[in-house]
């Protein structure tokens, strides 16, 4: 009886450390796969199992994406500029507020945000100088 135990117990561990060392194996040659898929991707040649005879043309890279003009007097930029520089300020971060609020003067110096703009910037200022 207790060597039937000893047995079934022996032939548990044997199994065991062999399942590990089959799924160990399994893992390490998918890692090497992955890495050969990657470096091969990287140089533009095929992978070593698939064969050098035909070398497959490099594919083309996309067109960047075009975006429509916005208009030199766009309102919407000036609104969006505006609240962004607003929204920085109100986050703590007053440096990049007066960025904002800068860029937003310099491309539209007559624009209506211009007055608001200003005095938003001599409070940052403020800000700023107190920190």
Do not use: C
């Amino acid at each position: 009886m207790l060597l039937t135990v000893l047995a079934g117990f022996g032939g548990t561990i044997f199994g065991l450390v062999w399942y590990i060392r089959r799924k160990s194996e399994q893992s390490r040659l998918a890692e090497e796969a992955r890495v050969a898929a990657f470096v091969s991707g990287l140089t533009g040649a095929l992978p070593p199992a698939a064969g050098n005879a035909k070398a497959a043309p490099p594919s083309p890279i996309p067109a960047p994406i075009q975006h429509p003009a916005v208009p030199a007097n766009g309102i919407a930029l000036q609104k969006l500029l505006f609240e962004a520089a607003h929204k920085a300020g109100e986050a703590g971060e007053p440096a990049l507020a007066i960025q904002l609020y800068a860029r937003l003067l310099s491309r539209f110096p007559d624009t209506s945000f211009a007055q608001p703009a200003r005095a938003a910037v001599t409070a940052l200022h403020k800000k700023v100088v107190k920190s």
